[in-house]
C-alpha cells in the first residue's frame, strides 16, 4: 500500500486470521473476556473469516463508514501517511457495506460528518449491550 498498489485478498487472509486469532487469545485472558480490535474488515468475507477461527469469541463489528469524497479529503490532510488518496478508489471498488439484519453483532456509524465524540458515545452505547 505504501507504493499505492491495493492489497488482493491472498495479501489479507494471513493477517485477518491472525487478528481473530490473537484478539480471542485476548479476550480469554482477560475477566471482562473481551478484546478491543481496529481493521479494516472491508468485504462481508473477510468479518466471516475472522467469525469462523474463533467460535467461542462473540466478535462485534463496528464500521465506521464515511463517504469516498470525505476519506478523500481526510487521506490529502495527511500527505506524509502511507495511504494516498488515490488508493480510498480501490476500497470503495471492494467494500461491501455490512448488513446488520444478516450479520449478527454489527452496526454501522456514518464518520462522515459526525464528531469524535458522537462517534465515541455510539461505539461505546452500542458496545454495551454486549458487556
Known amino acids: 500500500m505504501s507504493n499505492n498498489i ?3 485478498d491472498e495479501d489479507r487472509w494471513g493477517w485477518l486470521e491472525q487478528i481473530s486469532l490473537q484478539s480471542a487469545q ?3 485472558e482477560v475477566e471482562s473476556q473481551v478484546s478491543v480490535v481496529s481493521c479494516s474488515s472491508l468485504k462481508k468475507v473477510y468479518r466471516d473469516l475472522i467469525r469462523s ?5 462473540k466478535f462485534i463489528f463496528i464500521f465506521l463508514y464515511a463517504t469516498k469524497e ?3 479529503r481526510r487521506t490529502e490532510l495527511r500527505p506524509s501517511h502511507y ?3 488515490s488508493m480510498v478508489e480501490s476500497q470503495f471498488a471492494i467494500l461491501e457495506l455490512p448488513k446488520p439484519e444478516e450479520e449478527s453483532n454489527t452496526t454501522i456509524i456514518d464518520a462522515t460528518k459526525t464528531s469524535i465524540g458522537d462517534v465515541t458515545a455510539q461505539t461505546y452505547a452500542y458496545t454495551q449491550k454486549f458487556i
Open 83 to 85: 495511504m494516498k488518496s
Open 70 to 72: 470525505e476519506l478523500i
Open 6 to 8: 491495493p492489497l488482493q
Open 26 to 28: 485476548a479476550a480469554s
Open 53 to 57: 477461527k474463533s467460535s467461542d469469541t
